[in-house]
C-alpha cells in the first residue's frame, strides 16, 4: 500500500531499537506471530463481524455489545482482537467460545494476510482506532464498518486531515462505508472535520456506564477480605491504575495517615502488571511489607499463613480492579497525578465510592469534567493535596458517602448508549443480512 512507503522507512531505520525492545521486554514479544499476521485461518463459510478494541478498556467496554450481536446475528461468526497482552488475555476470559487474536501492524502486506484468514463481511472498532492501512484495506475489500464509542482528541484530527490530503487513498477510506457513533457532541464535531458526511456521524453516548457495575456481589466482596484480611472496623485506601510516581506518593500518603489511622490499610493495582516487581521493591525501600495478590491466593491453597494485614497489597492480576474498587473506603485513580491522560474513574464511582484524581484526565475528559461539577469527586494536583483531600475524605464517612451517592447517581442516569449503538448497528447490517 501506498503508505507503506511512510512506515517501512521508519521501521527500518528504528529497527536497532525494535531488536532490543524484543530481546529485553518479554510482553513486546508476546503475540509477535499474530502481529504479523500469522494468525489462525476462520473456520467455514459464515458471515463474520471482526470486532476491536485496543486494550482492556475498550473490551470490559464492548462486552455487553458483543453479547447483543450474539443475539442479533446468530448465524454469523464473531472474531475479536486487541492490541495490547492483557487486553487479549481479558478477551480471552471474557469470550472463550470465539477466536481472540492480536491486531496486526498496520503494514499492507500484513494486514492483507490477517483479512485473507478472517474474511470479514463487516467491522466494529470500540473507541478511537483508526489505522490508515487497516482503513485503507477496509474499503479496498468493500467491508463496512462501524465504530462505537467513538472518541477523537484534536491533535488526531490534525493528524488525519493530513494523512488525508497526502494520501486520497486513506481519505476514501474514512468517508465510505463507515459509521461513526460518538461519545460526545464534542467528539462528532471533530468527525465531521474529517470530512465525514453528517449523516454518517450520531452521537449515541458513553457505554462505559453500560458496564459498569453499581453494586458488587458480596459473596466476592468477603472472600477478597478475607484474602486480604480486612476486617469490618479497617480503613481502606485503593490506589487503582497507578503509574510510576504515584505508588510513591501514595505510600506517602498512607504512612502520613496511618499515624492517626491506626487501622488504615493500602492496596495499590498498577496499571501495567509488568511493573509489579518494581512496585513491590518500592514498597519494600521504602520500610513496608508488600504482599502480592498472587502469592495470597497459592499461600491460602497450600494452607499457609497470611500476614498481608501487616503490609500493603499489590494486585498482580487481571480483571480485579472493580472488585478491590468494592473493598475501599477511599479511590485515588491512578496516570493523572502524572501526564497519562487518567484511567475509568467512573468505575468506582458506579460502586458509590468518594474519588480523587489528578490533572491529567484528557482520556477521560467529560467524564471528570461531571464528576467535578456535581460534586461528585475531588481533583488534587500534587502529593501534597492528595494527603489533605485524602485525610479529609476518610475522616468525614457521612460526606464522603454522600459525595459517592452522587456519583453513583450520575452513572445511573448515563446508562442506555449499548442499545442505542446496537439498534443502530442492527440497522446499517441489515439490507445485507437477513435479520428474521
Given at each position: 500500500?501506498?503508505?507503506?512507503?511512510?512506515?517501512?522507512?521508519?521501521?527500518?531505520?528504528?529497527?536497532?531499537?525494535?531488536?532490543?525492545?524484543?530481546?529485553?521486554?518479554?510482553?513486546?514479544r508476546v503475540g509477535l506471530k499474530q502481529r504479523l499476521g500469522f494468525i489462525k485461518k476462520r473456520d467455514g463459510n459464515k458471515p463474520?463481524?471482526?470486532?476491536?478494541?485496543?486494550?482492556?478498556?475498550?473490551?470490559?467496554?464492548?462486552?455487553?455489545?458483543?453479547?447483543?450481536?450474539?443475539?442479533?446475528?446468530?448465524?454469523?461468526?464473531?472474531?475479536?482482537?486487541?492490541?495490547?497482552?492483557?487486553?487479549?488475555?481479558?478477551?480471552?476470559?471474557?469470550?472463550?467460545?470465539?477466536?481472540?487474536?492480536?491486531?496486526?501492524?498496520?503494514?499492507?502486506?500484513?494486514?492483507?494476510?490477517?483479512?485473507?484468514?478472517?474474511?470479514?463481511?463487516?467491522?466494529?472498532?470500540?473507541?478511537?482506532?483508526?489505522?490508515?492501512?487497516?482503513?485503507?484495506?477496509?474499503?479496498?475489500?468493500?467491508?463496512?464498518?462501524?465504530?462505537?464509542?467513538?472518541?477523537?482528541?484534536?491533535?488526531?484530527?490534525?493528524?488525519?486531515?493530513?494523512?488525508?490530503?497526502?494520501?486520497?487513498?486513506?481519505?476514501?477510506?474514512?468517508?465510505?462505508?463507515?459509521?461513526?457513533?460518538?461519545?460526545?457532541?464534542?467528539?462528532?464535531?471533530?468527525?465531521?472535520?474529517?470530512?465525514?458526511?453528517?449523516?454518517?456521524?450520531?452521537?449515541?453516548?458513553?457505554?462505559?456506564?453500560?458496564?459498569?457495575?453499581?453494586?458488587?456481589?458480596?459473596?466476592?466482596?468477603?472472600?477478597?477480605?478475607?484474602?486480604?484480611?480486612?476486617?469490618?472496623?479497617?480503613?481502606?485506601?485503593?490506589?487503582?491504575?497507578?503509574?510510576?510516581?504515584?505508588?510513591?506518593?501514595?505510600?506517602?500518603?498512607?504512612?502520613?495517615?496511618?499515624?492517626?489511622?491506626?487501622?488504615?490499610?493500602?492496596?495499590?493495582?498498577?496499571?501495567?502488571?509488568?511493573?509489579?516487581?518494581?512496585?513491590?521493591?518500592?514498597?519494600?525501600?521504602?520500610?513496608?511489607?508488600?504482599?502480592?495478590?498472587?502469592?495470597?491466593?497459592?499461600?491460602?491453597?497450600?494452607?499457609?499463613?497470611?500476614?498481608?494485614?501487616?503490609?500493603?497489597?499489590?494486585?498482580?492480576?487481571?480483571?480485579?480492579?472493580?472488585?478491590?474498587?468494592?473493598?475501599?473506603?477511599?479511590?485515588?485513580?491512578?496516570?493523572?497525578?502524572?501526564?497519562?491522560?487518567?484511567?475509568?474513574?467512573?468505575?468506582?464511582?458506579?460502586?458509590?465510592?468518594?474519588?480523587?484524581?489528578?490533572?491529567?484526565?484528557?482520556?477521560?475528559?467529560?467524564?471528570?469534567?461531571?464528576?467535578?461539577?456535581?460534586?461528585?469527586?475531588?481533583?488534587?494536583?500534587?502529593?501534597?493535596?492528595?494527603?489533605?483531600?485524602?485525610?479529609?475524605?476518610?475522616?468525614?464517612?457521612?460526606?464522603?458517602?454522600?459525595?459517592?451517592?452522587?456519583?453513583?447517581?450520575?452513572?445511573?442516569?448515563?446508562?442506555?448508549?449499548?442499545?442505542?449503538?446496537?439498534?443502530?448497528?442492527?440497522?446499517?447490517?441489515?439490507?445485507?443480512?437477513?435479520?428474521?
Amino acid at each position: 500500500m501506498f503508505l507503506d512507503i511512510i512506515y517501512i522507512p521508519l521501521i527500518l531505520l528504528s529497527s536497532p531499537y525494535i531488536v532490543f525492545t524484543l530481546l529485553t521486554k518479554k510482553k513486546f514479544r508476546v503475540g509477535l506471530k499474530q502481529r504479523l499476521g500469522f494468525i489462525k485461518k476462520r473456520d467455514g463459510n459464515k458471515p463474520c463481524i471482526w470486532i476491536h478494541g485496543s486494550s482492556v478498556g475498550e473490551i470490559m467496554t464492548g462486552r455487553t455489545l458483543i453479547k447483543g450481536i450474539e443475539n442479533d446475528f446468530p448465524c454469523f461468526d464473531i472474531v475479536v482482537s486487541s492490541w495490547t497482552n492483557t487486553g487479549v488475555e481479558t478477551a480471552k476470559k471474557n469470550f472463550k467460545d470465539k477466536l481472540i487474536f492480536f491486531f496486526p501492524l498496520d503494514v499492507g502486506l500484513v494486514i492483507n494476510r490477517v483479512f485473507k484468514k478472517i474474511r470479514p463481511t463487516y467491522m466494529i472498532f470500540i473507541e478511537l482506532e483508526i489505522w490508515p492501512n487497516f482503513f485503507i484495506m477496509t474499503e479496498k475489500q468493500k467491508v463496512p464498518a462501524v465504530l462505537v464509542n467513538g472518541r477523537i482528541s484534536e491533535k488526531s484530527v490534525r493528524f488525519y486531515r493530513r494523512l488525508g490530503l497526502f494520501s486520497k487513498s486513506f481519505y476514501d477510506s474514512i468517508v465510505h462505508n463507515k459509521i461513526y457513533l460518538a461519545r460526545t457532541n464534542t467528539d462528532a464535531d471533530r468527525f465531521a472535520r474529517l470530512s465525514i458526511p453528517p449523516e454518517n456521524i450520531k452521537v449515541t453516548g458513553t457505554m462505559k456506564y453500560d458496564n459498569i457495575k453499581v453494586n458488587i456481589d458480596e459473596f466476592a466482596k468477603c472472600e477478597l477480605m478475607d484474602l486480604f484480611c480486612i476486617s469490618s472496623s479497617d480503613i481502606v485506601l485503593v490506589g487503582g491504575s497507578t503509574h510510576n510516581g504515584e505508588e510513591e506518593m501514595l505510600i506517602n500518603v498512607f504512612a502520613s495517615l496511618r499515624k492517626e489511622i491506626k487501622d488504615l490499610r493500602l492496596i495499590l493495582v498498577p496499571r501495567h502488571i509488568e511493573r509489579v516487581n518494581d512496585v513491590t521493591a518500592l514498597i519494600e525501600k521504602m520500610g513496608f511489607a508488600a504482599f502480592k495478590k498472587s502469592s495470597l491466593d497459592m499461600d491460602k491453597s497450600s494452607g499457609k499463613s497470611n500476614k498481608s494485614k501487616d503490609g500493603i497489597i499489590v494486585v498482580d492480576t487481571i480483571g480485579e480492579l472493580i472488585d478491590v474498587y468494592s473493598l475501599a473506603d477511599c479511590v485515588f485513580v491512578g496516570r493523572s497525578l502524572v501526564p497519562m491522560g487518567g484511567q475509568n474513574m467512573m468505575e468506582p464511582a458506579g460502586l458509590a465510592k468518594p474519588v480523587i484524581f489528578g490533572p491529567h484526565t484528557f482520556n477521560f475528559e467529560e467524564e471528570s469534567k461531571l464528576l467535578l461539577e456535581n460534586d461528585a469527586a475531588k481533583l488534587v494536583n500534587n502529593q501534597e493535596e492528595l494527603l489533605h483531600m485524602t485525610r479529609y475524605l476518610l475522616l468525614n464517612p457521612i460526606l464522603s458517602k454522600d459525595m459517592g451517592l452522587r456519583a453513583q447517581k450520575i452513572v445511573s442516569k448515563n446508562r442506555g448508549a449499548t442499545d442505542i449503538n446496537l439498534a443502530i448497528i442492527k440497522k446499517y447490517f441489515k439490507s445485507e443480512v437477513n435479520l428474521s
